[in-house]
């Protein structure tokens, strides 16, 4: 009996299990809204916020350091606060504020 329905029988995964493939569907964002900073601008450069996390609640039992992923404004350097986002329209400049 080979290897594979042995496992299939006694309950195990198999060995060298396939990846779950992840399905991407394409969306064409050029059609969608923009987002702009309260300046203006509509760049933004990823950054990293740390935390540092005391031993009482770390997994590892010792003060570790946590990552948070941000966005900073390319222009301000103000951090992107999703409750102050303005839609930025594309041709006229002019900014109108999402309720």
Same mark, same amino acid.
């Given at each position: 009996? $080979?290897?594979?329905?042995?496992?299939?029988? $006694?309950?195990?995964?198999?060995?060298?299990?396939? +990846?779950?493939? &992840?399905?991407?569907?394409?969306?064409?964002?050029?059609?969608?809204?923009? &987002?702009?900073?309260?300046?203006?601008?509509?760049?933004? &450069? +990823?950054?990293?916020?740390?935390?540092?996390? $005391?031993?009482?609640? $770390?997994?590892?039992?010792?003060?570790?350091?946590?990552q948070k992923p941000a966005l900073i404004c390319m222009e301000c350097k103000? +951090?992107?606060? +999703?409750?102050?986002?303005?839609?930025?329209?594309?041709?006229?400049?002019?900014l109108e504020k999402i309720i």
């Amino acid at each position: 009996m $080979s290897e594979h329905k042995l496992r299939d029988l $006694s309950g195990l995964p198999p060995k060298n299990p396939k +990846p779950m493939q &992840i399905q991407q569907i394409p969306i064409d964002v050029t059609d969608e809204q923009r &987002i702009a900073c309260e300046c203006g601008c509509r760049y933004f &450069i +990823p950054v990293l916020e740390l935390y540092t996390v $005391s031993a009482l609640v $770390s997994p590892l039992g010792k003060d570790t350091l946590a990552q948070k992923p941000a966005l900073i404004c390319m222009e301000c350097k103000k +951090p992107w606060n +999703p409750e102050e986002t303005k839609k930025g329209d594309d041709g006229d400049g002019t900014l109108e504020k999402i309720i």
